[in-house]
């Protein structure tokens, strides 16, 4: 009978059952308090209900003491609440090094999903169990948000910029996706499934499904085709800095300050290249705002990462 | 207080005439109205246009739910389906619940209960009504143009940029009755601190004066921020100057930040005033003083300031980092404090008194009982892991709907009934009004109470059709909403009956202290007959006594 009005959604990722337990905790404070008021006033409401007609009630003006106790114990409680949820998140926000890593791009009204593998999924995303996965979304349009209630997760694609979230299935099944942030039209059709599959049957995915090239062998072809590559030379030689060891680290810019070169930087960087400029080149480098798909820039931002990560490898051997 | 207040209160019915001269004999024609500055008259200009405007957004909300019966968008198309919830919430924020209980019955009470014979800008009060009007008049035109879809939140770059549908005609209509609003508030402030009558100290003031003044504090200092930013808005869209749109170089989520900056505070602008309300029906019906006057009336002031810096906390999902989610979340936990301040002194209020079951009360109980679940939801909502699994889901527009239409509407409902007798001089029918209060409250709760469960089963908001696993809980929404709008078709056929038809009230039916009640039903023009003085705290209904700070 209750399997068929559940209360919770299913519980499949490492965090979902940290969240379930915190939605538990501030239920029981909930339905505490509640039943307190409810029945504070039933009480007093019967127990002192008018019996005369000329009755008043008694002159009570108010006590300090009570007046502290109900404030210092809700803040206590609150607290409390404060410091576990905050806790969680926190460990929800950063996603772990190493995770796996695909890319979303939300548009009017659908998901488009890219794999490093260069496996491509519209409405659907296949994940394999027992392994973090980081999701970095953007927009095309409008505010969209990545709601998989399985996971407890959530995140908003911005246009404009690149968001983050991670998860790590636990339990194969298919589990809805839902664009959580009202984004026109046919918002409540811009759904789709997640599939978490055990790791053989992911992998058997990966092979049966066809694929492109690698998103940095897209994004390495773009790099040439759209003249990156005769500024950004490999060997340092070319009016831009090169590119090769750019990612993950420190870039020194122009005035002193510093950035992470991490997605987000190399976003800005190809849209709109004159507000950070890297110390000892001239600012002459061409906007590509409007000239570059967001999939495509998120394949170029993987080609410049595999670079670094080829130059990490040739240094350590 | 002056010697009419020390008669014995009034407890049998009044057999009385109406009296023969009141403010609203004191003029029959259109003209007498319009052009009227009698604060009680514009009160009523108010009261029958946010009726009005109630209804429309009530007709908004039936259509909502008729189509959520079926999982399947099949009543209306998407695009329908997406203006009749944009229309739902624009027009019960913007033109029902801010200007509900400050504009009507703040609008009658606060010059009556300081004292005074009017607010301090009558013309102003006047203006003030028209802005509403004209700014109603933008928001009704955009509805019969085709409508809006954007989300009463206007979420950017969807209205400046993509949105098809009338926004600029409702943003600006929004953004005239902003303009309403503050004049509303400056007029309450200034009335308050110059206009009170001799002897009538800050901490005589009755509660509702401190709930109103609270109220008028936010509704100055942040409706010109909404105002702002509307206008950004309807700039980006008619001259494309890039401000929220990233294809025009502008930033979506710094309209979110100037949104929620105003939006979250006017949250408190609909519920303070409902609060005032409670602490005036609560003492009346337990027959005395309320508890805890002093914490009471301070925690008005700190939910209006506490409540300009918790905006963050609607942004949780956006990409915020994580620590500003940390420092917002923190911060929205102690503005639960002043609110269960509340709760509890007005429950410690029925202690030991003398509890009447009369239907303001019955509105009262039911306020106190959702107000405490509209407000202990918010907690799962402030905490943040439990916020991003329940951001943007039915969890969300329960919470609101406990708050807004369980506290405010309820508060509303309580106040309406409590002075009814006071605005048109006559009595209602009691049982009718008990019936409805049961009504209502059962409507409410079985409409609402079932989205907190869908929504955390992961119900997005907004949406037009959903899968079927939802069905069984949207059906009893539905089923619930059905009675909740019969709860709110009763007291409108009953107070109209009662305009004409009611017994005489006298001038207080409920024994009820404080200065409004010293004085005729329905009111003369100019209030008191001669200006009253002051000599006891509020809720002295044990006789004079020594007065708490």
């Given at each position: 009978?209750?399997?068929?009005?559940?209360?919770?959604?299913?519980?499949?990722s490492?965090?979902?059952?940290?969240?379930?337990?915190l939605?538990?905790?501030?239920s029981?404070?909930?339905?505490?308090?509640?039943?307190?008021?409810f029945v504070?006033?039933f009480?007093?409401?019967?127990?002192?209900?008018?019996r005369?007609?000329?009755?008043?009630g008694?002159?009570i003006?108010?006590s300090?003491?009570l007046?502290?106790t109900?404030s210092?114990?809700?803040?206590?409680?609150v607290?409390?609440?404060?410091?576990w949820?905050a806790?969680?998140?926190?460990?929800?926000?950063?996603?772990?090094?190493?995770?796996?890593?695909?890319?979303?791009v939300g548009?009017q009204?659908?998901?488009?999903?890219?794999?490093?593998?260069g496996?491509r999924e519209?409405?659907?995303?296949?994940?394999?169990?027992?392994?973090?996965?980081?999701?970095?979304?953007?927009?095309e349009?409008v505010?969209?948000s990545?709601?998989?209630?399985?996971?407890?997760m959530k995140?908003?694609?911005?246009?404009?910029m690149?968001?983050?979230?991670?998860?790590?299935?636990?339990?194969?099944?298919?589990?809805h996706?839902?664009?959580?942030?009202?984004?026109?039209?046919q918002?409540?059709?811009?759904?789709?499934?997640?599939?978490?599959?055990?790791?053989?049957?992911y992998?058997?995915?990966?092979r049966?499904?066809?694929?492109d090239?690698?998103?940095?062998q897209?994004g390495?072809?773009?790099?040439g085709?759209?003249?990156?590559?005769s500024?950004?030379?490999?060997?340092?030689?070319?009016?831009?800095?090169?590119?090769?060891?750019?990612?993950?680290?420190?870039?020194?810019?122009?005035?002193?300050a510093?950035?992470?070169a991490?997605?987000?930087?190399?976003?800005?960087?190809?849209l709109?290249?004159?507000?950070?400029?890297?110390?000892?080149?001239?600012?002459q480098?061409?906007?590509?705002?409007g000239?570059?798909?967001?999939?495509?820039l998120?394949?170029?931002?993987?080609?410049?990462k595999?670079?670094a990560?080829k130059?990490?490898?040739?240094?350590?051997? | 207080?002056?010697?009419?207040v020390?008669?014995?209160?009034?407890?049998?019915?009044?057999?009385?005439?109406?009296?023969?001269?009141?403010?609203?004999n004191?003029g029959?024609?259109?003209?007498?109205?319009?052009?009227?500055?009698?604060h009680?008259r514009?009160?009523?200009?108010?009261?029958?246009?946010?009726?009005?405007?109630?209804?429309?957004?009530?007709?908004?909300?039936?259509?909502?739910?008729l189509e959520?019966?079926t999982?399947?968008?099949?009543?209306?198309?998407?695009?329908?389906?997406?203006k009749?919830?944009?229309?739902?919430?624009?027009?019960?924020?913007f033109?029902?619940?801010?200007p509900?209980?400050p504009?009507t019955l703040?609008?009658?009470?606060?010059p009556?209960?300081?004292?005074a014979?009017?607010?301090?800008f009558p013309?102003?009060?006047?203006?003030s009504?028209y802005?509403?009007?004209?700014?109603?008049?933008f928001?009704s035109?955009?509805?019969l143009?085709g409508?809006?879809?954007?989300?009463?939140?206007?979420?950017t770059p969807?209205?400046s940029?993509y949105?098809n549908?009338?926004?600029?005609?409702?943003?600006l209509?929004?953004?005239v009755?902003g303009?309403?609003?503050i004049?509303?508030?400056?007029?309450f402030?200034?009335t308050i601190?110059?206009?009170?009558?001799?002897?009538?100290?800050?901490?005589r003031?009755?509660l509702f004066?401190?709930?109103?003044?609270?109220?008028?504090v936010?509704?100055?200092?942040?409706?010109?921020v909404?105002a702002?930013t509307?206008?950004?808005?309807g700039?980006?869209?008619?001259?494309?100057?890039g401000?929220?749109d990233?294809?025009?170089?502008g930033?979506?989520?710094?309209?979110?930040h100037?949104?929620?900056?105003?939006?979250?505070?006017?949250?408190?602008?609909?519920i303070?005033?409902?609060?005032?309300?409670?602490?005036?029906?609560?003492t009346?019906?337990?027959?005395?003083?309320?508890?805890?006057?002093?914490f009471?009336?301070?925690?008005?002031?700190?939910?209006a300031?506490?409540?300009?810096?918790?905006w963050g906390?609607?942004?949780?999902?956006?990409?915020?980092?994580v620590?500003?989610?940390m420092v917002f979340s923190?911060?929205t936990?102690?503005?639960?404090?002043?609110?269960?301040?509340?709760?509890?002194?007005?429950?410690?209020?029925?202690?030991?008194?003398?509890?009447?079951?009369?239907?303001?009360?019955?509105f009262?109980?039911?306020?106190?009982g959702?107000?405490?679940?509209?407000?202990?939801?918010?907690?799962?909502?402030a905490?943040?892991?439990?916020?991003?699994?329940?951001?943007?889901?039915?969890?969300?527009?329960?919470h609101?709907?406990?708050?807004?239409?369980?506290?405010?509407?309820?508060?509303?409902?309580?106040?309406?009934h409590?002075?009814?007798?006071?605005?048109?001089?006559r009595?209602f029918?009691?049982?009718?009004?008990?019936?409805?209060?049961?009504l209502?409250?059962?409507g409410?709760?079985?409409?609402?109470?079932?989205?907190?469960?869908?929504?955390?089963?992961?119900?997005?908001?907004?949406?037009?059709?959903?899968?079927?696993?939802?069905?069984?809980?949207?059906v009893?929404?539905?089923?619930?909403a059905?009675?909740?709008?019969?709860?709110?078709?009763?007291?409108?056929i009953?107070?109209a009956?009662?305009?004409k038809?009611?017994k005489?009230?006298g001038p207080?039916?409920?024994g009820?202290k404080?200065?409004?009640w010293?004085?005729?039903s329905?009111?003369?023009?100019?209030?008191?007959?001669?200006?009253?003085?002051?000599t006891?705290?509020?809720?002295?209904?044990?006789?004079?006594e020594e007065?708490?700070?």
């Amino acid at each position: 009978m209750w399997s068929k009005f559940p209360i919770l959604p299913e519980s499949a990722s490492t965090v979902s059952g940290q969240i379930d337990a915190l939605y538990y905790f501030i239920s029981a404070i909930t339905v505490f308090f509640t039943l307190l008021i409810f029945v504070a006033v039933f009480v007093f409401a019967v127990r002192f209900r008018r019996r005369r007609a000329d009755q008043v009630g008694e002159p009570i003006h108010g006590s300090t003491a009570l007046e502290i106790t109900w404030s210092v114990i809700p803040f206590f409680i609150v607290m409390t609440m404060f410091g576990w949820g905050a806790w969680v998140y926190f460990h929800t926000y950063t996603p772990p090094p190493g995770a796996m890593e695909v890319f979303v791009v939300g548009k009017q009204w659908m998901w488009k999903i890219q794999h490093p593998e260069g496996h491509r999924e519209i409405n659907e995303l296949h994940v394999p169990i027992g392994r973090p996965v980081k999701l970095t979304i953007t927009s095309e349009d409008v505010i969209h948000s990545f709601f998989i209630p399985a996971f407890r997760m959530k995140k908003d694609a911005v246009p404009g910029m690149y968001t983050t979230m991670w998860f790590e299935a636990t339990k194969a099944g298919k589990y809805h996706l839902f664009c959580a942030e009202y984004c026109g039209n046919q918002h409540s059709g811009m759904i789709g499934w997640v599939h978490a599959l055990e790791q053989a049957d992911y992998e058997a995915w990966l092979r049966g499904s066809p694929r492109d090239e690698t998103m940095a062998q897209a994004g390495e072809r773009l790099f040439g085709r759209m003249g990156c590559a005769s500024c950004h030379r490999e060997d340092n030689t070319g009016r831009g800095p090169s590119l090769r060891a750019v990612y993950g680290g420190k870039v020194l810019l122009e005035g002193g300050a510093a950035a992470v070169a991490d997605d987000s930087y190399l976003r800005e960087s190809i849209l709109k290249p004159a507000l950070k400029i890297v110390s000892g080149y001239p600012a002459q480098m061409p906007t590509f705002q409007g000239q570059i798909s967001e999939e495509n820039l998120l394949q170029v931002i993987a080609y410049i990462k595999s670079l670094a990560k080829k130059e990490r490898t040739a240094t350590a051997q | 207080m002056s010697t009419t207040v020390t008669q014995a209160p009034s407890l049998a019915p009044h057999d009385e005439p109406m009296p023969k001269r009141h403010y609203l004999n004191a003029g029959n024609t259109l003209k007498s109205w319009l052009l009227t500055v009698d604060h009680k008259r514009i009160a009523i200009l108010y009261l029958l246009s946010i009726t009005f405007f109630f209804f429309i957004g009530g007709a908004f909300a039936v259509a909502i739910r008729l189509e959520l019966l079926t999982p399947a968008g099949d009543l209306f198309q998407a695009e329908n389906y997406n203006k009749l919830f944009t229309m739902h919430g624009v027009v019960m924020i913007f033109f029902f619940l801010i200007p509900s209980i400050p504009a009507t019955l703040g609008n009658f009470l606060v010059p009556m209960m300081i004292g005074a014979r009017d607010l301090a800008f009558p013309r102003v009060n006047l203006l003030s009504w028209y802005l509403y009007i004209i700014g109603a008049a933008f928001g009704s035109y955009s509805i019969l143009m085709g409508g809006v879809d954007t989300g009463w939140t206007f979420y950017t770059p969807y209205s400046s940029t993509y949105s098809n549908s009338q926004v600029m005609a409702a943003a600006l209509g929004a953004f005239v009755a902003g303009f309403s609003s503050i004049l509303t508030g400056l007029n309450f402030i200034v009335t308050i601190h110059k206009m009170r009558a001799p002897g009538l100290t800050w901490f005589r003031l009755p509660l509702f004066i401190w709930a109103h003044y609270a109220t008028s504090v936010i509704q100055i200092l942040g409706t010109p921020v909404v105002a702002i930013t509307l206008l950004l808005v309807g700039m980006e869209r008619a001259f494309h100057f890039g401000i929220f749109d990233p294809k025009l170089g502008g930033d979506p989520i710094l309209f979110q930040h100037m949104f929620w900056f105003y939006s979250h505070p006017a949250v408190y602008i609909m519920i303070l005033p409902a609060m005032g309300v409670m602490s005036e029906v609560v003492t009346c019906f337990s027959r005395k003083r309320v508890f805890g006057y002093g914490f009471i009336a301070m925690s008005s002031l700190a939910i209006a300031v506490i409540g300009f810096l918790v905006w963050g906390h609607h942004m949780f999902t956006s990409g915020q980092s994580v620590y500003a989610g940390m420092v917002f979340s923190v911060i929205t936990f102690l503005v639960a404090i002043p609110s269960a301040i509340k709760a509890f002194n007005w429950t410690a209020t029925l202690y030991k008194g003398s509890v009447s079951f009369d239907s303001p009360m019955l509105f009262a109980f039911g306020f106190i009982g959702l107000f405490a679940i509209g407000g202990l939801t918010g907690l799962f909502l402030a905490t943040l892991a439990t916020d991003i699994h329940l951001h943007d889901t039915y969890f969300v527009v329960a919470h609101f709907h406990y708050i807004m239409v369980g506290g405010a509407v309820f508060g509303y409902l309580a106040a309406l009934h409590f002075w009814w007798p006071k605005l048109s001089g006559r009595l209602f029918p009691e049982g009718w009004a008990k019936f409805s209060a049961l009504l209502v409250f059962v409507g409410f709760n079985t409409t609402f109470f079932p989205q907190f469960v869908v929504g955390y089963l992961g119900m997005p908001r907004r949406y037009h059709a959903y899968p079927e696993e939802f069905q069984v809980l949207n059906v009893l929404s539905s089923a619930g909403a059905t009675i909740l709008g019969a709860g709110y078709l009763v007291p409108m056929i009953y107070f109209a009956w009662s305009w004409k038809n009611g017994k005489p009230a006298g001038p207080n039916p409920w024994g009820a202290k404080g200065l409004e009640w010293t004085t005729q039903s329905p009111p003369l023009t100019e209030n008191f007959p001669i200006t009253p003085v002051v000599t006891e705290g509020a809720y002295a209904y044990a006789g004079s006594e020594e007065e708490v700070h």
